[in-house]
């Protein structure tokens, strides 16, 4: 599976947007973008996914760079439930292997 | 919501000792995963087992570890003669697949302490 290269860390405040970034150069054409989180002492969670066009569902929106080199999660609006790690994971279109876990963006929510 | 269950929560066990750590994934599955997680580090891939075998296996799963599903329900990883280096959070997974591929439910981990 193609690497993904996130930030460290970022900081939000609680009901503001957060976009978090992801690099993903070597992208192949048939490689999905996946996003897990994982909250404090608890194990990873789907977030969302996507292959070419921009993705909405009840946690958040996935924005896909026109050439997917890159994409952004977005939190429309924090709440401090919402302070984790977040993973950005490329996986083969189909494939039911393992995900591979980097060691993702830890977003803080500030009241 | 279905949900994949994982027993114990924490578990301690003195060096040498043999561990049989226990989950039950969502019932309509398909694909089972171990992963564990050293504290402070990334999520690590151990094994990952499809129709009753295991299909692929990282380097950290040696023959120290052994998986099973012996009533299909269960799915275990047993770690034979446990280290100090095995201390972590072991998380279990479990993916539907026949077209749901995209989302792995995790079980909320058993934390193993090697003393």
């Known amino acids: 599976d193609a690497k993904t290269t996130q930030p460290n860390s970022m900081e939000s405040n609680e009901e503001e947007p957060v976009h978090l970034p992801c690099n993903h150069s070597?992208?192949?054409?048939?490689?999905?973008i996946h996003w897990y989180r994982q909250l404090p002492s608890q194990g990873p969670e789907y977030v969302i996914h996507g292959l070419t066009s921009n993705v909405n569902n009840r946690m958040a929106s996935l924005a896909i760079a026109e050439d997917r080199k890159s994409s952004t999660l977005i939190l429309h609006r924090a709440t401090l439930r919402d302070a984790a790690v977040y993973y950005c994971i490329l996986r083969h279109g189909g494939s039911q292997g393992n995900l591979i876990f980097g060691k993702g963006t830890k977003l803080s929510v500030k009241p | 919501e279905p949900e994949v269950t994982q027993t114990p929560s924490h578990q301690v066990t003195q060096m040498g000792q043999e561990v049989i750590l226990r989950c039950v994934p969502i019932s309509n599955h398909l694909y089972f995963y171990w992963y564990r997680q050293i504290l402070g580090q990334k999520v690590e891939f151990l094994v990952s087992f499809y129709n009753n075998e295991i299909s692929e296996k990282s380097e950290i799963f040696d023959d120290q570890f052994s998986v099973e599903r012996p009533d299909g329900s269960n799915f275990t990883l047993k770690i034979r003669s446990t280290k100090l280096e095995d201390s972590a959070m072991y998380f279990c997974a479990s993916l539907r697949g026949a077209g749901y591929e995209y989302e792995a439910f995790f079980g909320q981990g058993t934390r193993l302490t090697v003393v």
């Open positions: 070597t992208i192949s054409g048939t490689d999905y």
